[in-house]
């Protein structure tokens, strides 16, 4: 069973930065980062794959939002700057144990971490 840990939420200032971790107990193929604010879907923010690291990123996140990954502790990180109101949310991680066709495309992960409240104050 893969389970996922997350941590790292809290309130900021609008322009702060926050980083959510998200430890995972087996290596997975690729980890992705959603969200999800009151009265609206959940969304894609990023993802990335367990080897080369390969990245993918939301419109919204590129050049704010960076996720990274740490092999060694089978955790992978977003580090969220310039962050603004609007980037309250739930995040949430999530894995997937083999290749898919559309990593921006939550319902294509099988497993959740349990999400990590973000609020941004303006």
């Known amino acids: 069973q893969v389970q996922l840990v997350e941590s790292g939420g809290g309130l900021v200032q609008a322009g702060g930065s926050l980083r959510l971790s998200c430890t995972v107990s087996?290596?997975?193929?690729?980890m992705g980062w959603f969200r999800q604010a009151p009265g609206k879907e959940r969304e894609f923010v990023a993802a990335i794959r367990w080897i080369a690291g390969y990245t993918w990123y939301a419109d919204f996140a590129k050049g704010r939002l960076t996720i990274s990954r740490d092999n060694a502790k089978n955790t992978v990180y977003l580090q969220m700057n310039s962050l603004k109101p609007e980037d309250t949310a739930v995040y949430y991680c999530?894995?997937?144990?083999?290749?898919?066709?559309?990593?921006?495309?939550?319902?294509?992960?099988?497993?959740w971490g349990q999400g990590t409240q973000v609020t941004v104050s303006s």
């Open positions: 999530a894995a997937r144990s083999t290749a898919g066709p559309n990593y921006s495309d939550y319902e294509i992960y099988p497993y």
């Open positions: 087996v290596h997975t193929y690729v």
